[in-house]
């Protein structure tokens, strides 16, 4: 059982070259969360979902963009990087009311 | 608006030293309260939440809707209780969000 699984783990991006986060969850769980995590600003939610078919705005969604085409998976993408989404990002997804969190990303945009 | 507040960056007791991690939240219903914690290189999971009135690993959380409070506290800290702990809010009424705080980094000292 994988749990919640991020792809890549690592990544760095020149500005403005665009690419995609997957976060896919073998629990068969309807929610599902994208993070930022910063230095002294903790978790900010980016998107979340509670179905499949179903995006909403969270927090900070500016510069990012989600969809859930499929139950288990849910895309993050950023259309033109920028430095100020350098940032580790993380996933989850919940069962009630507890959430299972991937390992992360970290991303480095220059 | 829900929001969720720690005032704490950084907590550094030393062993067998009592602790309390403060968190603070806002929100105009009836909120669900949890303590995430992420030990290093490990993912972040769930400590405990406030519906469950239980105590985890010797921490305990109180949700003080008064002063709209939920912090996290341990009569003796022991050295690999060193981590970063998060405070979460999730709204009633299955709205899908799940809010953190900035987080605190536990610092125990032999």
């Known amino acids: 059982n994988a749990g919640v699984t991020q792809t890549p783990k690592f990544r760095v991006l020149k500005t403005g070259q665009s690419m995609t986060l997957l976060c896919a969850q073998d629990?068969?769980?309807?929610?599902m969360y994208w993070y930022r995590q910063d230095p002294g600003m903790g978790l900010r939610l980016i998107h979340y979902?509670?179905?499949?078919?179903?995006?909403a705005k969270g927090e900070v969604p500016d510069g990012y963009n989600v969809s859930r085409l499929k139950k288990q998976n849910f895309l993050l993408g950023l259309e033109s990087a920028a430095p100020s989404q350098t940032s580790v990002y993380f996933c989850?997804?919940?069962?009630?009311?507890?959430?299972?969190f991937g390992q992360g990303t970290r991303l480095t945009v220059v | 608006a829900q929001r969720v507040t720690q005032p704490e960056k950084l907590l550094s007791v030393f062993k067998g030293a009592p602790v309390e991690l403060k968190c603070n939240y806002s929100?105009?219903?009836?909120?669900?309260l949890f303590w995430y914690v992420q030990y290093s290189r490990q993912r972040l999971q769930l400590l405990l939440r406030?519906?469950s009135r239980e105590s985890i690993k010797g921490f305990t959380a109180d949700l003080n809707k008064g002063e709209t409070s939920f912090h996290l506290k341990k009569p003796f800290a022991q050295e690999e209780d060193s981590a970063m702990y998060y405070c979460?809010?999730?709204?009633?009424?299955?709205?899908?969000?799940?809010?953190f705080g900035q987080g605190t980094t536990l610092q125990v000292k032999p």
């Open positions: 989850a997804s919940i069962r009630y009311t507890e959430a299972f």
């Open positions: 406030h519906i």
């Open positions: 929100y105009s219903g009836s909120p669900e």
């Open positions: 979460a809010l999730s709204g009633s009424g299955n709205t899908g969000k799940l809010i």
């Open positions: 629990m068969n769980h309807e929610y």
């Open positions: 979902s509670v179905g499949e078919g179903t995006t």
